[in-house]
C-alpha cells in the first residue's frame, strides 16, 4: 500500500481524539466510530493555531496575497473594538465560497429552520452581500456568528478574501467548502495559517449527498454514507498535494476536516447534551464534535 492510500485508509477509519484548536468546554465524543477525520472537536482553548513549520512553509510558498506579513495582535486589538467585536464573546467567521451553504449552517447554529421568519436569507446563488452577525444558540455559550460574503466573486477575489473580509479579527474561522474543494479553500487555509488562526474546513449537506450517491450508484445507505466519507476526504487530500503540501503534513489539517449537515446539526443544538441520543443519528457523521468544539457544554445536574 503506498502513503496516499495508507493516509486514506487511516482517516476513514480513526475515531475521535484531540488537536489543539478545540472550544475550551469540548470533550471528545465516546465511540464516534463513523468519524472520517479523527482529531475534531476535543479538550484545548481556543488560543493559537499549532501547525508544523513544514506546513507554515507551505502556506507561504507561492503567496497570491499582497499581504507578507502577519497582522500584529496590537492592531487585530484596535480592528476588533472598532469593529464592534465585543469581548464578551467569542467570535467565529463562517465564511467560504459563494454558495456553499454557509448560511444555512448559521441558521443551524441558531437553532433556526431556514424557512423561519427570524432565519438568515439563503438562495441558490450568493445572498450574503456583507457581513452578517447572530447570536449562536441559548446552549452553545458565548458566542457570536458572523456570516462573511462568499469568496470567489468578481467583486471578492480568493487570493486576497482573508485580509478583505478582516478573518484575522475572529477567535475561530470555520470554512465553508464548495462543491469541490479547491483554490478558494486552500487560499483561506493558507492566510489562517500564516496568521495564526484556528479554522475548520466544513462539508455540508452530508445528508443530501449521502442520497445522491445511494441513488446513482445503487447502494445501500450504510456503504453510501462510507463512500462519501471516504471521497469527500480524498478529494482534500489530493487538492492539497497537488497545491505543494508535503505528504507528511497531510494530517496535519485533514484532522480538520469535518462533515456534517444543517438538519442533524440543529436538532443537537436545540437539544442538551443530556437529551443527545446514544446512537447516532442516520445521517449523522460530527455535528456532535462541531457543537462542542464551538463550546456547547452540558447542563449542570
Request: positive net charge; aromatic residues 6%.
Amino acid at each position: 500500500m503506498d502513503l496516499l492510500s495508507s493516509i486514506g485508509k487511516t482517516i476513514a477509519t480513526v475515531t475521535l481524539a484531540t488537536i489543539p484548536v478545540a472550544a475550551a468546554a469540548a470533550a471528545t465524543i465516546g465511540g464516534a466510530g463513523v468519524a472520517v477525520v479523527g482529531a475534531f472537536g476535543a479538550g484545548v482553548v481556543w488560543a493559537s493555531l499549532h501547525i508544523s513549520q513544514q506546513v507554515h512553509d507551505w502556506a507561504r510558498m507561492g503567496q497570491k496575497s499582497s499581504r507578507t506579513k502577519p497582522i500584529f495582535e496590537d492592531l487585530i486589538l484596535h480592528e476588533r473594538q472598532a469593529e464592534g467585536l465585543s469581548p464578551k464573546f467569542r467570535h467565529i467567521a463562517v465564511c467560504g465560497v459563494a454558495g456553499s451553504g454557509k448560511t444555512s449552517l448559521v441558521n443551524a447554529l441558531r437553532g433556526l429552520r431556514n424557512g423561519q421568519p427570524e432565519a438568515a436569507k439563503t438562495g441558490v446563488v450568493e445572498t450574503t452581500l456583507s457581513r452578517s452577525s447572530y447570536t449562536a444558540h441559548s446552549s452553545i455559550d458565548s458566542l457570536v456568528i458572523h456570516d462573511i460574503p462568499g469568496a470567489g466573486t468578481q467583486s471578492i477575489p480568493a487570493a486576497e478574501y482573508f485580509y478583505t473580509q478582516k478573518l484575522y479579527l475572529f477567535d475561530s474561522v470555520l470554512i465553508v467548502q464548495g462543491e469541490r474543494f479547491g483554490e478558494i479553500e486552500i487560499e483561506i487555509i493558507k492566510a489562517c495559517i500564516r496568521q495564526r488562526t484556528p479554522f475548520a474546513v466544513l462539508r455540508s449537506r452530508s445528508d443530501e449527498l449521502i442520497a445522491r450517491v445511494a441513488d446513482d450508484e445503487g447502494l445501500e445507505f450504510a456503504d453510501a454514507k462510507a463512500k462519501h466519507m471516504r471521497v469527500s476526504v480524498e478529494a482534500v487530500m489530493k487538492e492539497l498535494m497537488k497545491s505543494g503540501l508535503p505528504t507528511n503534513g497531510l494530517l496535519e489539517l485533514l484532522r480538520l476536516v469535518v462533515l456534517v449537515n444543517k438538519n442533524d446539526l440543529r436538532q443537537y443544538v436545540i437539544k442538551g447534551i443530556e437529551e443527545w441520543p446514544k446512537e447516532p443519528r442516520k445521517n449523522e457523521i460530527q455535528e456532535r464534535s462541531l457543537l462542542k468544539y464551538l463550546g456547547k457544554i452540558e447542563k449542570p445536574g
